[in-house]
């Protein structure tokens, strides 16, 4: 499969080039000459390309944004905007050249990945941004940058090591981990794993299944429906608040080690112990709802 380019207009920003007239703007360019790497240039590109018949896709970002967005469409639209910054017009050129797309096919998967030479690893960087069909399923990982997902109705799966991950109106299962990081998800539908090392976990307007947890951060989760999956949220240092739907018929099982249990639900045949624990069946019973936290609050509602 071969891209279709089209180059949008882009922009070069020279610390250090020629200006049109002495003065202050003279003063400035001798100043940022003296300082290493103080050419910046970018280009963006726009790429179209037929989506696979298996309507999955795999990308893989390195350094910079990355955003997925499903719209009513056939094909794929890729607009990579890539920026460097080098000690010269002429060596930042070479870099910017030198970061390109790869991108291999098959009859079910198209797989893109942003290329970056070591290099231009301390100065380059690709922001991707992808409009797809609705009914893409994606895989999505990334090193150092945001990633976005929204408006899908496929299963999808997002990896950032060091970058925050935001997921809007996605009907499908959902998987995504960061280690640093901030996990938003938002009028979701589906099964629901997020998992964050460092960073907190936000969660509104889901429907089905929930399954998150953090080293070290708050959840916070308001759900619209529950299935019988149910709900397992843990965290070791930060207080943990969910919200259910009016009525919910679920099991409940709440732990603190350190902290205080905060619970407006009715529970028939409640029972609790000095360890920090509280149990007992809300409605009828059914769906298991598991809240762990070391140290923090537990606010159920």
Do not use: Y
Not at 241 to 267: F, Q, S, T, W
């Amino acid at each position: 499969m071969k891209f279709h380019t089209t180059h949008a207009e882009g922009s070069k920003v020279g610390l250090g080039s020629k200006g049109r007239g002495p003065g202050f703007g003279g003063l400035l360019r001798s100043l940022f000459s003296r300082i290493p790497w103080g050419e910046a240039q970018t280009e963006e590109q726009i790429l179209v390309v037929p989506a696979p018949l298996g309507r999955a896709i795999s990308i893989r970002n390195a350094i910079g944004r990355t955003r997925v967005v499903g719209e009513e469409r056939d094909d794929i639209e890729v607009r990579i905007t890539k920026s460097v910054r080098a000690e010269c017009e002429d060596m930042a050129a070479k870099l910017l050249e030198a970061i390109h797309l790869q991108n291999s096919e098959s009859a079910d998967v198209l797989e893109i990945e942003v290329q970056i030479p070591r290099k231009c690893s301390r100065h380059g960087l690709a922001h991707l941004e992808l409009r797809v069909p609705r009914d893409t399923s994606v895989a999505l990982s990334s090193t150092n940058g945001k990633i976005c997902l929204e408006g899908l109705n496929r299963p999808i799966r997002a990896r950032s090591s060091n970058g925050s991950v935001s997921i809007f109106e996605v009907i499908g299962d959902i998987d995504v981990t960061t280690a640093n990081a901030k996990v938003a998800c938002k009028c979701t539908h589906g099964h629901l794993r997020a998992r964050s090392s460092n960073g907190k976990i936000e969660v509104s307007r889901h429907q089905g299944s929930l399954d998150a947890s953090t080293s070290n951060g708050v959840i916070k989760a308001s759900l619209d429906s529950l299935n019988e999956l149910g709900v397992s949220l843990t965290t070791t240092n930060g207080r943990i608040a969910l919200e259910l739907p009016d009525k919910p018929d679920a099991d409940v099982d709440i732990r603190v080690e350190n902290g205080h249990i905060r619970n407006d639900l009715e529970l028939t045949d409640e029972a609790g112990d000095a360890s920090g624990r509280v149990r007992g069946r809300a409605g009828q019973g059914g769906a298991p709802i598991c809240l762990k936290t070391s140290n923090g609050t537990v606010s159920l509602r």
